[in-house]
């Protein structure tokens, strides 16, 4: 389980597009600056990703974060649409996968997608497990950067809505994220203080979660999702402060979703 969590924490929360740090901003400034050149250069360097990455499930998990933005783009801005196909001649094979998958996902067509010649193009565009918008469901804890993609490419307000309605659902599952993440952070601290590496103590967390994955067969895969949409509201925070105000935000208006005010009450810091 290590291994998977140290994964979902690196990937959760973007693009996982690993050292790209240039790529990463480019995807979560979108939306404060929707163009049709900022959406060129966005598919163009994840594209530019696709094209180097060795590891197939990244591969994929990247190709289906990237359809999704894109296909949120093509709804709000359909105008783009005309401009890459006058282009699309140009565009390298990914950035032609990346566009024609997005017009799919968006529930929208266009005469490209019913006259491809390349086959292995024909694959990727064809997809039967093609993420569709209208289908989109966090069923794991990957599924969240689906969500992440669609606020950076839209602003829409809704998709960090969700995300902490999902944090919501349960107080043990809640405050066993908080602890994990706190205690990842601590041994930070401690290492870079003291100059030495102390890996963080999770065994009596693995305990209560292997204890409930028994009952539950879920729980697991729940509480990886808690912890990445936890992390990821933190670093998006942390990073973006209009991220943080929006989650503010969202509180003020429903005080019942306010996450840390939960966290404190288990720690028994509640006023």
Known sequence: MNKLISSILFFGWCLSLGAAEEQGSLIQTYYKNQSYPHLSQINKESSNYLSEEKDQNDKQHVLNVATIFMAQVLKNHPEYLNQYVQNFSNLSFYEKAVFLRGIR??????????????????????????????????????????????????????????????????????????????????????????????????????????????????????????????????????QDPNVGDIIKKIIENDPSLDYFKRINAALGNEP
């Not at 309605?165 to 043990?172: A, F, Q, S, Y």
């Not at 908080?178 to 890996?199: C, D, F, H, K, M």
């Not at 009952?215 to 895969?221: H, I, P």
């Open 105 to 238: 996902s968006a529930g929208m067509d266009h005469a490209l997608l019913h006259n491809l010649s390349d086959k292995k193009l024909q694959e990727l565009v064809n997809d039967p497990n093609l993420l569709a918008l209208s289908q989109l469901q966090v069923k794991q804890a990957g599924d969240l950067d689906y969500l992440w993609a669609s606020f950076f490419a839209t602003g829409d307000e809704t998709y960090i809505l969700q995300i902490i309605k999902i944090l919501n659902r349960d107080d043990e599952l809640l405050f066993l994220a908080y602890e994990w993440i706190n205690r990842e952070q601590v041994a930070q601290i401690r290492s870079s203080l003291e100059g030495t590496t102390t890996p963080p103590d999770y065994s009596d967390l693995k305990k209560i979660i292997e204890k409930q994955s028994s009952k539950r067969k879920d729980y697991q895969t729940q509480f990886l999702i808690s912890l990445t949409a936890l992390k990821s509201l933190e670093d998006s925070s942390t």
